[in-house]
């Protein structure tokens, strides 16, 4: 079992910046891809952004390249979701998760482990 627990939301302004970070509990850290995930009002939950178990592969949704940066720490057993440029369809709550290093980044249904969320809240 993996326990994830996010933390770093907020209100921002269009155009300001956020850092979440989920720290993870449980079986090793260094074992898993991390993702994050985000669910905005009305919406179903959308790949944002993950991580190999190194930190050596990212991949991320067209959507935010070039002003989110997926990173980790696996000393810490962390990882971080860096969000530059924020724009009001970034609203939403995000969540990470975890999955084993064999399944897809960016399928939903392939992360085995989630934690509750974080809400952030672009205001134009």
């Known amino acids: 079992q993996v326990h994830l627990v996010e933390s770093g939301g907020g209100l921002v302004q269009a155009g300001g910046s956020l850092r979440l970070s989920c720290a993870a509990s449980?079986?090793?850290?260094?074992?898993?891809?991390m993702g994050w995930f985000r669910r905005a009002p009305g919406k179903e939950y959308a790949f944002v952004a993950a991580?190999?178990?190194?930190?050596?592969?990212?991949h991320y949704t067209d959507s935010v390249k070039g002003r989110f940066t997926i990173s980790r720490d696996n000393a810490k057993n962390t990882v971080y979701l860096q969000m530059n440029s924020l724009k009001p369809e970034d609203t939403a709550v995000y969540l990470c998760?975890?999955?084993?290093?064999?399944?897809?980044?960016?399928?939903?249904?392939?992360?085995?482990?989630w934690g509750q969320g974080a809400q952030v809240t672009v205001a134009k």
């Open positions: 998760a975890a999955q084993s290093p064999l399944a897809t980044m960016t399928r939903f249904v392939e992360y085995d482990y």
């Open positions: 449980g079986r090793t850290f260094s074992n898993y891809t």
């Open positions: 991580i190999s178990t190194s930190g050596s592969n990212t």
